[in-house]
């Protein structure tokens, strides 16, 4: 029998407002009703000592938690979902009911629950009553409540405990977002399996990612030169071709367009990946150089690294070829990898996303080093994976913290589903049906052990969470899986494709984890 989880053990006792009203009925009552409204985000003595205190003034306690759109208190806040923060205050056996309210402010909630009394710390009434817990007092007197603040004996503050160490509690959140969405272990290893049945159509600027190994031998003494022993180079395909890459490896059908130089690494592309058996439409501009990047290291320092590249945008004649490609191309879903080096520009992206087959699933990664790239350009697709940085860009918007920019990237590029890369603290996910629902938000740290080399983590998780759409239609399937993969690609050196069989072994040992928290 599998051991209930936080959420599943205290369900009873999280309530919706409706829900809510049933159960203690409406005023006078027989029992006296008292709620306290706060964010809750980590559960301190302060908190425990707040909802003691108004636990022994009625018979009915109500704890009402922030939902998590509304929380705008530092960039990555909350760090714990509302869901998991509702049920760390349901495990209290004094809290009698637990709601997530859905307004930016408790008023609406005391209007129609109207608690006999409501709970506010003295903090909020020490130095003069703020003008919302002024508002709050006047909806509570207006049907006759009573607010009662808590005595100050023992005062924490979350944010500062948060700072200190946020809270590691990474397979907690990916249990909450796996029961809530219905997702198994089992699911996500069949759609795996299910990856092989797929068709891809990439399309996207080639980037030949090369590492220059060096010895450090000195530098020299009348200019600040430093001095290298030249030790191997290696190169890898990267960019888009490194995406097609990874989307044969997870056993897909992958067919890959891109524009390359008449070169020597042109040539190299082209025979790498016919060795991964992925297809090519390989057009030849000869006016142009295969991109290359080449880091130089020594002693696993980056020292520089040495760009050539011509960021020109595409002949029109290169641009009708494309078009041609992608509109005779049949497939289950056509992937635009933009690193702006010639293919995508604003007038070339409505004309490339016009040619997409109907019925084709779209997606848009805009992984932009300069800073002309924005990803909002390409409008209405099925999914879009930028990262924060990017987004920024894309609206102008240096403040803002995540939710909220997330929330009007969403609304900016008008896709289906958003995954923002967020680094090392892994990907926020929006999975809105409608522009006006913004309560479909849910974030998936990152489970990388050990990370040696991040980039092109987010290719991985481009490929893998695309793979994932198709086979199981789920955004919490495809955001799993590509997190997996984004840390699988970190924790080896190079550009290389991340198997199947990498990301099942991530899955045994988090559900090995799992399943020790549990039991």
Avoid at 389 to 403: H, K, N, T, V, Y
Wanted: proline share 4%; with cysteine; glycine share 6%.
């Amino acid at each position: 029998m599998t051991p209930l989880t936080l959420r599943e053990m205290f369900a009873h006792k999280i309530k919706t407002l409706e829900e809510l009203l049933s159960a203690v009925g409406n005023r006078p009552r027989e029992k006296k009703v008292i709620m306290c409204h706060g964010t809750f985000d980590v559960v301190h003595p302060g908190h425990l000592g707040h909802l003691v205190y108004a636990k022994s003034k009625a018979e009915v306690l109500i704890a009402s938690v922030t939902a998590d759109r509304h929380i705008t208190k530092g960039d990555h806040r909350p760090h714990v979902p509302q869901d998991l923060r509702a049920a760390n205050l349901a495990a209290f056996e004094f809290v009698d009911y637990v709601l997530i309210d859905e307004n930016a402010t408790p008023i609406e909630t005391l209007k129609m629950l109207q608690p006999d009394f409501f709970v506010k710390g003295y903090e909020y009434n020490a130095q003069g009553m703020h003008p919302k817990t002024a508002e709050e007092l006047a909806t509570i007197e207006a049907y006759g409540g009573e607010i009662i603040f808590s005595p100050g004996d023992i005062v924490y503050s979350s944010s500062r405990l948060i700072n200190l160490a946020p809270p590691e509690i990474k397979l907690e959140k990916l249990m909450n977002l796996m029961e809530r969405e219905g997702v198994s272990f089992a699911d996500l290893r069949a759609t795996l399996i299910g990856m092989k049945s797929k068709t891809v159509h990439v399309i996207g600027d080639t980037i030949v990612d090369s590492y220059t190994r060096c010895a450090m031998v000195g530098g020299q003494t009348k200019t600040p030169t430093l001095s290298v022993l030249f030790e191997e180079r290696e190169d890898f395909v990267g960019g888009a071709g490194v995406v097609a890459k990874h989307l044969r490896c997870a056993g897909a059908n992958v067919t890959f367009t891109t524009v390359l130089g008449d070169d020597d690494l042109g040539k190299f592309v082209a025979h790498d990946l016919e060795s991964a058996q992925v297809v090519t439409n390989l057009i030849i501009d000869k006016t142009r150089p295969t991109t290359n990047k080449n880091a130089v290291i020594a002693g696993g320092y980056r020292l520089l690294k040495i760009d050539t590249l011509d960021n020109r945008a595409i002949a029109e004649n290169i641009l009708s070829s494309l078009v041609d490609r992608i509109a005779t191309k049949s497939t289950d879903a056509v992937v635009f990898c933009d690193f702006r080096h010639g293919i995508f520009n604003r007038s070339t992206i409505p004309r490339l996303s016009a040619a997409i087959p109907k019925d084709a699933f779209k997606v848009a990664d805009s992984q932009v080093a300069s800073r002309w790239g924005n990803i909002t350009e390409f409008q209405e697709f099925d999914l879009i994976t930028p990262n924060e940085r990017e987004a920024r860009f894309a609206l102008g918007d240096q403040d803002s913290g995540i939710r909220p920019l997330a929330h009007d990237l969403y609304l900016a590029a008008r896709c289906k589903t958003l995954i923002l890369k967020l680094g090392d603290r892994g990907i926020l996910t929006s999975k809105h049906q409608r522009l006006d629902d913004i309560d479909t938000w849910f974030v998936v740290d990152s489970f990388s052990d050990h990370v040696v080399d991040p980039v092109g983590a987010g290719d991985a998780l481009l490929a893998y969470a695309t793979l994932a759409m198709l086979v199981s239609k789920s955004v919490a399937q495809a955001s799993i899986l590509g997190s997996l993969a984004a840390a699988c690609e970190c924790e080896q050196d190079g550009n290389i494709p991340v198997t199947p069989q990498a990301i099942e072994a991530k899955l045994r040992t988090i559900e090995d984890q799992i399943s020790f928290r549990v039991s």
